[in-house]
């Protein structure tokens, strides 16, 4: 036998009912404005850049690559990568005589994208670079 | 202890009888309560649309198949925004059929009537900012239609459009006024409106000593009332939403359709059907701009005849004039809608 | 009060639930964002089983909208097919050059190849100018068999317009004879069912049964032309049709009109291997008749007993020769090899001096180009041939060469 002295009311279930629904109700709402709200569209932007022929880009040399933001660097390993972006808050870095430097806060990285000084506390994310068939460079974003 | 906002919204009691559904159908208060969904879910509408020709049917069709639930934000926002023309409508022909137009309120009668015009022009802006071929022909002759008053018209016409004719720069006009400026109106002259009602006393009731029925509910009774018509309003706008999507088409192409199936808004289908009798200016300004200077004169025809003794009940005798007035007028309208409809190809 | 606010929270709860069902019911849209266009498209989420088009048209490049039209962002299919352009079929006359049109694409210039759209819309296919012309002047319409009036206007040519014409014999001709030129409708049977445009040709025909095939070949069988050659004969007496009342089954006995021998490589050969690009599409000129254009004869490909065939040697890897071998790779053709070439300088790809032979005058080896069948052949030069150099027309090489039917 349930106890007396605590009895579900038929009138405090109903009420339970009643701000569960509500509640219940308002949580979905809230649901739905969260994923809507949190939607994104097609990315548009291209993920890969064909950069022309190898040759353009010989031996000791470290070319920037301004519609990829990046840089492409040519060594005795071969070909290598870097991402232009501070990797601190997004601005451009410039290519320097000692590496690469930040014009909005001051980081400083050295030519293989390493951190010199600076707020930024991350190196120069590397890309990958590869030669294709025709002999052209293909510089991957992602 | 000094009331708080919330307490200022309602009185602490209001008369029981004019409380009851069957005298105010309610209509005023739903039309707040759309109000604030047709605002809250169009600036959620705003945050995908892009107000450019090339974009703007195309930013509504990926709302409408891709955000999640955009569709229902969308739908949502289109039926709150009929259905607020529809209430607003509803309010008027109350508020004339239960005379409660007499002073003192009949700057507030007014100010409702300048927020029914504000409503038409919101939902028109906003049928126009969908730039796709369903709207195409409307706009056209919408603003042809500013054209052909004289004096103004052309003027009026370039202020509206931004340029010989209509695109990108009627566009985003549009969408200024309908998210800027119309809405700047609507909130300032709404909230005259309501004030006003506060200040002329509440709902148009009897004299106290006249009132058959001295009963009164609560400020909190009131509010119950408002709560659950407020969640059977949402219930049908959901369900609206869910079944019959807000129309959609192709953008507006350059190259031009014929304007064949085009349909003024339902709402404009009155107009649209005055304009097949003869020259723009007098058929689709004059008249419809004579309909509303009738309505607007209203509370000043005869008002003697009209005694504060009859308010607060449906069709009192005195005010049988303009009853009859408004009642002929508004059965032409929907005549004139009707025959609007009938007339599509099938 | 108490059992309304019950009422409508339980069913606000349950219209909640619904939305989030309707949600769900919502297709997953799979989207491809062409390099051509740089647009997002989501047709592929109901057409991702549909296979490429061809080699030469890969969807990830061209994506679906720009040959089509459509709208590329709706999953609803009424208003995602709403702006279709053609229907079915792009390629239709009336918005070919909207769908197949561009300097880079089928309306460029000749000099690089890429002036289909121009050459097909003159040609005796599409405008039946010479069809007109032939029965205009047959009726005392006309004074002679210049063309004057094509299906469409274009180029110098009025539009034929049946019910101007005063003649009743031409008038029904303009309502019985007109089922085949590229903007026609085929007639209503089955065997004749065919697209418009450049779909008539290289798109397999549109079947009954929705299983249409999404596809741009090259490789022609005779088949494909036989939608509207050799379907019966067009009389003047009556001013109408009369369809084949057979079933052509067999190609030798059957296939062609009972009124001509043929020689093997006309049965066995299709349609395609001899009659070249210009033939069959036109070469951008209004013709008066068929007769003017086509120009392939038996040596063009035999020679004659003084000259072998003309040939070129592919020297530029952009050759026309190799874009066709690479379009239908029926042959491996590569710089460097030499094929016949006809007298207006078009390649025959599919047709290559044999290396390597001793003999005084080379053997050829042709790839026919829809099953890709090698044959092998002499030149009539060095042979027991007994032509006259003067008459070198079809009809003199039958008289030893056609098969007995």
Partial sequence: MPPRDNPLTRRSFLSLVLKGSLAGSALIGLGMLVRYLNFQSEESAPSQFDLGPASDFPLGSRLPVPQAQAVVLHTDQGFSAYSLVCPHLGCLVNLTSEGFACPCHGSRFLPDGSVRNGPASSPLTALRIDENADQHLILYLH | MRPSFYQHLHPPTIPSAQARLRYTLGAGGMAVFLTLVVGLTGILVTFYYVPTPEQAAKSIQELTFLAPFGWLMRNLHYWSAQLLVLVVLLHLLRVVFTGAYLPPRRLNYLLGLSLLVICLFMDFTGYVLRWDEGVHWALVAGTNLVKSIPLIGPGLYTFLVGS?????????????????????????????????????????????????????????ELVRR????????????????????APLAPSIQEAGTSASESLAPWFFL????????????????????????????????????????????????????????????????????????????? | MRRHLLLVSLLLLAIAGLALWRQSRLPRAIAITPTLTGQVEYCLTCHADLPEISQSHPVQTFGCVLCHGGEPLALDADLAHSTLRGGSNPSDLSVVEASCGGEKCHSGTPQVFRDHIQRVTTSVQATYAGAIAQVRYAFGA????????????????????????????????????????????????????????????????????????????????????????????????????????????????????????????????????????????????????????????????????????????????????????????????????????????????????????????????LFSKAAGQRFTFRPVMGSACQQDPDQQEARYCHECHATQR
């Avoid at chain 2, 209509?166 to 006009?173: C, E, K, S, V």
């Avoid at chain 3, 903007?183 to 299983?211: I, K």
């Avoid at chain 3, 299709?270 to 033939?279: F, I, V, W």
Wanted: charged share 15%; hydrophobic share 40%.
């Fill in chain 2, 270 to 346: 009155w107009v649209q059907e005055l304009l097949k009798l003869g020259d723009p200016f007098t058929f689709g300004v004059l008249i419809p701009l004579g309909v509303l200077l009738l309505l607007a004169l209203v509370p000043y025809f005869s008002p003697r005849r009209l005694s504060p003794v009859e308010l607060g009940r449906w069709f009192p005798a005195g005010g049988r004039n303009i009853q009859i007035l408004v009642g002929v007028l508004s059965g032409a309208i929907l005549l004139l809608t009707l025959l609007a409809l009938l007339a599509l190809p099938h």
């Fill in chain 3, 142 to 365: 006309q004074p002679d068999l210049t063309a004057r009036m094509g299906i469409y206007a274009i180029d110098g040519l009025t539009a034929f317009d049946p019910v101007q014409e005063i003649s009743p014999a031409i008038q029904a001709f303009g309502l019985n004879c007109l089922f085949c030129h590229l903007s026609a409708q085929p007639m209503p049977s089955q065997e004749y069912d065919r697209w418009g445009g450049c779909a008539a040709c290289h798109s397999p025909a549109p079947s009954r049964d929705d299983t249409t095939v999404h596809k741009l070949t090259t490789a022609l069988p005779y088949t494909q032309c036989n939608k509207c050659h050799n379907r019966g004969n067009y009389s003047l007496a009556d001013v109408q049709f009369h369809p084949r009342p057979d079933a052509p089954v067999d190609r030798l006995h059957d296939y062609y009109q009972p009124i001509a021998e043929f020689t093997r490589c006309e049965w066995t050969l299709d349609c395609a291997d001899c009659h070249t690009r210009q033939e069959a599409m036109g070469d951008g000129h209004i013709y008066n008749n068929k007769k003017e254009i086509q120009y392939i004869r038996c040596r063009t490909c035999h020679g004659t007993l003084n000259s072998l065939p003309l040939t070129t040697t592919v020297s530029d890897p952009n050759d026309l020769a190799l874009r066709m071998a690479f379009l239908d790779p029926v042959i491996d053709l590569k710089v460097g090899d030499t094929i016949l070439v006809t007298d207006k300088g078009e390649p025959l790809w599919n047709i290559r001096v044999m290396p390597g032979i001793g003999n005084a005058t080379p053997t050829y080896e």
């Fill in chain 2, 226 to 245: 408002e709560g659950l018509a407020m969640l059977w309003a949402t219930l049908v706008l959901v369900g609206l939403s869910i079944a019959i999507p």
């Fill in chain 2, 164 to 220: 010989s004719q209509p695109g990108a720069t009627t566009l985003i006009r549009f969408y200024a006024w309908h998210l800027f400026g119309l809405t700047i109106l609507l909130i300032g002259i709404g909230g005259w409106h309501l004030f006003r009602v506060r200040r002329d006393g509440g709902i148009a009731v009897p004299p106290p000593e006249l009132r058959p029925d001295a009963a009164r509910i609560p400020r909190s």
